[in-house]
């Protein structure tokens, strides 16, 4: 549980930040709250050469209205982004993420850039940035990318930002009329990760119609993605439990799930498919609680799990142990 020797920096600007890791590229690691890069170095499974500290930069961690869009730095932390009002009030999704992450201790020292860069399998965030539509702003030496939330994760701890790039920004759009969101999600006790993790975002019309849903799913293969399948089922219905159930059935359509010592892969495709469910069902409660005149939601609640280990997304659970070389820590 020793890290292998290496070369701390602290840069005082971004600029400098940019610098240094320009200048020894591959080499070197970025550390913002330190939840995913430590561990990943006392198991030997990372051993730059260089680790560039930008926990103490300056002005990375703000929550503000930017033109249509709210923009969010990456230092901003989860206990940050959990607060906000602001995203209370414009973008509830996030905060919600955000406050079922971890326990105190991480979500007061763990960044979303460096949640997001780090690209866990079952973080959180990945599923509702991608349910959001956001935005990821990086930067480098030679300028600012900004980078679709559905191009940004490539596989396994893998995005699109290359060496020499630092995540600076992440942007989403506010809630319109006749949005809801939630966030649902089946979670280790020990470590807060999510086995399976399901982000919702629905747009209702007063007739009750579903005009638009997104549904960002995380835990259950080897990167975040949206659960095309169901929102297909579903846009353009009033939709019943059943209607609900049926196409929440489609949750893990596509994707190989994975399989360690908590989750079987046929266990996490089953549960994909129940916190899919109940995601969707709280986002359009939501959504039509917004519009009293839209019709009763009482068909729309999602259907109960024959499953025993879904009656609670805190039921008793075993560690998170990925067979994939990856950080066993608590998140980032």
Known sequence: MIP???EYQSPKTLD???RLLGRHGDEAKILAGGHSLLPMMKLRLASPRYVI???HLRGLDYIREDGDRIAIGALATHAQVAASELLREKCPLLPETAAQIGDMQVRNRGTIGGSLAHADPAADYPAAILALDAEIVVQSSSGKRTIPAGEFFIDLLSTQVRPGDILTEIRVPPRRAGEGHAYRKFHQPASGFATVGAAARVIVSNSGKIED???GMTGVGTKAYRATA???ALRGKTPSAED???ACAKAAQGVEPLAD?????EYRRAMASVFAARAISAAIERARAAA???PSASGAKAAPSKSAGAKSSAAKQPAKNFSTAKSKGKRK
């Not at 010592?261 to 892969?265: D, K, P, Q, T």
């Open 16 to 18: 400098e930040a940019l």
């Open 53 to 55: 500290d930008i926990g």
């Open 244 to 246: 609900i159930s049926a």
């Open 261 to 265: 010592i908590f989750a079987s892969a």
């Open 4 to 6: 292998a020797s290496f």
């Open 230 to 232: 169901v929102e297909k």
């Open 213 to 215: 849903i997104a549904l």
């Open 292 to 294: 009293p005149s839209a």
